[in-house]
């Protein structure tokens, strides 16, 4: 926990940084950006876009939640021009997608499992149903955790569900045992009398939170990728 709140004071200090100094006015180029929801996790990446650091870089950013599983495809297809997100990149590369990672932003990930307040421990998740995205990060979470407490994932139910947005309604209403939950859901999530069962913290140390941009973006225009990860 004490990982998950430096990492978030990190990123909060986008909010709160100054926006003087602009340097002189430059050709801007308009980019569409995938997170895979709009969770606390990419505050880094919708800041970014509020505060203006993308303009500052000639970037006019539009920033389009989509799921992982998709995102390889947009992006080979020219339909976005960046993906944030290391698993989903790092998966894709492994499957042969010419796309590669040019920027790294957190170590672990926000992922904590949450589960109905009739489940107290990992022990008690099997034959239950967690909800995740096949393949992210908050899936690999999960299977770590689940093993950590000694519980084989096959004795889970795993469904494929969308981002920390749609999981914590459905959790609420029921319809999951349990699910990963970034920022601020599982905080949400406690106070509500939800039990947290652990955190991405305690079982992983790996990136999550990586910029890709498309293929022939990254070759034909080296330059705007050094923009993109360039400092406010």
Not at 2 to 12: P, V, Y
Not at 34 to 44: T, Y
Not at 60 to 80: C, K, V
Not at 98 to 114: C, K
């Amino acid at each position: 926990m004490r990982i998950i709140l430096t990492q978030l004071a990190a990123l909060l200090l986008l909010i709160t940084a100054s926006q003087s100094g602009f340097s002189a006015e430059r050709p801007v180029e308009k980019v569409r950006i995938a997170v895979s929801s709009k969770s606390l996790g990419f505050l880094d990446t919708w800041a970014a876009k509020e505060r203006g650091f993308f303009r500052r870089h000639g970037l006019d950013a539009e920033i389009i939640a989509m799921r992982p599983p998709l995102t390889i495809g947009a992006l080979q297809a020219g339909e976005i021009d960046y993906a944030i997100g290391a698993s989903t990149t790092s998966r894709g590369a492994i499957s042969g997608a010419p796309v590669r990672i040019v920027s790294l932003a957190l170590r672990s990930s926000f992922h904590t499992l949450v589960a109905r307040p009739a489940i107290k421990t990992i022990g008690d998740m099997k034959g239950k149903t967690i909800a995740v995205t096949v393949g992210a990060a908050d899936d690999f979470v999960a299977r770590h955790l689940l093993r950590r407490g000694g519980v084989d994932p096959r004795d889970v139910h795993f469904v494929n569900m969308g981002g920390s947005d749609t999981r914590f309604p459905a959790l609420h209403a029921g319809t999951i045992d349990a699910s990963p939950l970034s920022l601020p859901f599982f905080v949400v999530a406690k106070r509500q009398g939800f039990n947290l069962l652990g955190t991405a913290s305690d079982v992983l140390d790996m990136a999550t939170s990586a910029s890709a941009p498309r293929p022939r973006k990254s070759r034909r225009n080296a330059s705007r990728s050094k923009g993109w990860c360039a400092p406010s």
